[in-house]
Nanobody
Framework: QGQLEESGGGLVPPGGSLTLTCSIS????????LGWYRQAPGEQREPVAH???????NYTDSVKGRFTISKDDYKMTVSLQMDSLKPEDTGVYYC??????????WGQGTQVVVSS
């Protein structure tokens, strides 16, 4: 059973940076599709960035050029470097590890607030 735990959220002013980290245990995370999602207040959860087992990445348009997803297969972590943060980046950020419908794991989320 996979377990994911996010860390690194907090309050940051517009234009600032944060790095989120997701620690993964209980699964061979190196073969999973790993991703970050976010949910703004009153909104549905949306994908932010993904990284494949062979390190191909993709991003939602609103974060391209500002966010960078990376992973460390040895440490079993996936990170999201967030730069030039905007108030609209505010939300709860979730980590996900997906292999199949029977192997689909989520973390509990970490809060990011971008505000002056």
């Amino acid at each position: 059973q996979g377990q994911l735990e996010e860390s690194g959220g907090g309050l940051v002013p517009p234009g600032g940076s944060l790095t989120l980290t997701c620690s993964i245990s209980g699964i061979r995370s190196n073969i999973f599709l790993l991703g970050w999602y976010r949910q703004a207040p009153g909104e549905q959860r949306e994908p932010v960035a993904h990284i494949t087992r062979d390190r191909k990445t993709n991003y939602t348009d609103s974060v391209k050029g500002r966010f960078t997803i990376s992973k460390d297969d040895y440490k079993m972590t996936v990170s999201l470097q967030m730069d030039s943060l905007k108030p609209e980046d505010t939300g709860v950020y979730y980590c996900r590890a997906y292999w199949s419908s029977l192997a689909d794991y989520w973390g509990q989320g970490t809060q990011v607030v971008v505000s002056s």
